[in-house]
């Protein structure tokens, strides 16, 4: 059943804020989820979104309204991330999403990633690059990885500023597998450790019998 047989949102595709069509909305699981089939009025492609429907605990109908709506198709490429906080996940998509339409948007929106990495970080003494030098001074990024950020915050620079210069489209991988480095290593790979730490104590506690 379509509850709205269209709605305006952006369209990963082609990066145009658009009117999307609903072709085939799911009937609601348990979970309150249901998937939508959209295609673009824009680009004509078709997407693949989430709904999450939350019930209104003071309507004494209990009615639902959408809180929560993903993008599953055409991915971003941030699914290779499972632990990053919101607001660097919510820069960090914003990027990938600029990124195939303009190479200095997404510069901007990987400087923005990173004032997000450091905000969350708790650290916010002035410019991007005085920050990235204190969480070098604090050890929470080896000095390689404190160079490539600090790489990363240069070249933003020339996406940010009308100075002649532009960031060209051979720059992008590079520039992306930079950003995914720090990610990775501030976020990703502590996330995986505990989870597997959480997996390899469980299974302990299950061999010693001490589990409930």
């Not at 009025?41 to 429907?53: I, P």
């Not at 990633?113 to 970080?121: D, G, N, P, Q, S």
């Not at 690059?129 to 240069?154: F, K, Q, V, W, Y």
């Not at 590079?174 to 989870?195: K, S």
Request: aromatic letters at 6%; a negative charge.
């Amino acid at each position: 059943m379509v509850q709205d047989p269209e709605i305006v949102s952006t369209c990963r595709h082609c990066g145009n804020c658009t009117v999307l069509r609903v072709l085939y909305e799911s009937e609601r699981r348990k979970d309150d989820v249901t998937l939508l089939l959209v295609d673009c009025r824009s680009c004509e492609e078709a997407s693949l979104l989430e709904r999450v429907w939350t019930r209104d605990l003071f309507d004494p109908f209990g009615s639902l309204s959408v809180t929560e709506e993903t993008v599953l198709y055409p991915s971003t490429g941030a699914t290779q991330f499972r632990f990053l906080p919101r607001e660097v996940r919510k820069e960090y998509e914003s990027a990938l999403n600029i990124m195939r339409h303009d190479a200095n948007a997404f510069g901007v929106m990987v400087r923005r990633t990173l004032e997000a990495v450091c905000k969350e970080r708790g650290v916010q003494r002035g410019t991007l690059a005085c920050n990235l030098r204190e969480m070098a001074s604090r050890n929470e990024m080896p000095g390689t990885l404190a160079d490539i950020a600090d790489h990363l915050r240069l070249v933003s620079n020339i996406g940010a500023h009308h100075s002649g210069a532009d960031i060209s489209k051979d720059d992008l991988p590079a520039l992306l597998d930079f950003l995914n480095l720090v990610l990775e290593y501030l976020y990703e790979a502590p996330g995986r450790l505990r989870a597997l730490q959480a997996k390899a104590s469980h299974a302990e506690r299950e061999a010693d019998g001490t589990l409930e």
